[in-house]
């Protein structure tokens, strides 16, 4: 039986849908989508990274080996996002500056891994945005253990498959199915709208409960005889 299972790269996505979610906060999508949220746990190795959308090129790695993820990275494509799923090991650190260097020169919009890094500064000098639980001095190694590239996989307990569309920035990492994306966008982008003319009024000196309407829903539903009121 073969060591990898190995599938065709998934369709690139219109460059024009990703600059589109690029403009809008992961929290903004967080208001409104249950389904997607990366844990936590994985957060941005530099928050001040820029925001970055990419298509889900998926990748899953035995806990020492880190042969298959220099396959994979000689295939990203421009706006590829690559999703590294660790296979439950939180020890060994992969990927490192090289594989970073490799990346970026590919111009894959970013890395999301369940799991440690490596070489952290030369990542950071790399500029590639990366996502993970952190660094870590124990390194993989070129072991040839096996493991799958874009077949389905797990990220931070989110399912993932190849071809999905991916958004990450200070904030976290989004998940959703390539078909949801557009509409997402669209309305995203009002949503941010919307909250920057909030902004707007707070600087211009409104009260937040009177700009989203709850002070006047309260003193509604607040007994009169409330002495507290």
Request: aromatic content about 2%.
């Amino acid at each position: 039986m073969s060591r990898y299972r190995i599938d065709p790269m998934p369709a690139s996505a219109d460059p024009s849908l990703l600059t589109a979610l690029e403009k809008i906060e992961t929290a903004t999508l967080g208001h409104v989508r249950l389904t997607g949220m990366v844990d936590r746990g994985i957060r941005a190795l530099d928050p001040r990274q820029p925001a970055c959308a990419g298509v889900a090129v998926t990748l899953a790695l035995p806990a020492m080996c880190s042969t298959l993820m220099h396959h994979a990275v000689s295939l990203l494509r421009p706006g590829d996002m690559l999703i590294v799923d660790r296979l439950g090991d939180d020890r060994f650190a992969c990927p490192g500056g090289a594989v970073a260097r490799a990346a970026k020169m590919a111009g894959a919009a970013g890395v999301v891994i369940d799991g440690p890094v490596t070489d952290l500064a030369e990542i950071l000098a790399e500029g590639l945005p990366v996502w993970s639980r952190g660094p870590a001095q124990l390194t993989t190694r070129r072991l040839e253990l096996g493991g799958t590239l874009n077949r389905p996989v797990s990220c931070g307990g989110v399912p993932v498959l190849p071809g999905d569309i991916v958004l990450g920035d200070a904030s976290g990492v989004v998940v959703m199915p390539a078909d949801e994306a557009a509409a997402e966008a669209e309305a995203g982008l009002a949503r941010e709208g919307r909250v920057a003319r909030t902004m707007d009024r707070l600087a211009a000196g409104e009260r937040l409960g009177d700009i989203t309407g709850v002070n006047a829903r309260i003193a509604d539903l607040t007994d009169p005889k409330d002495p507290k009121k």
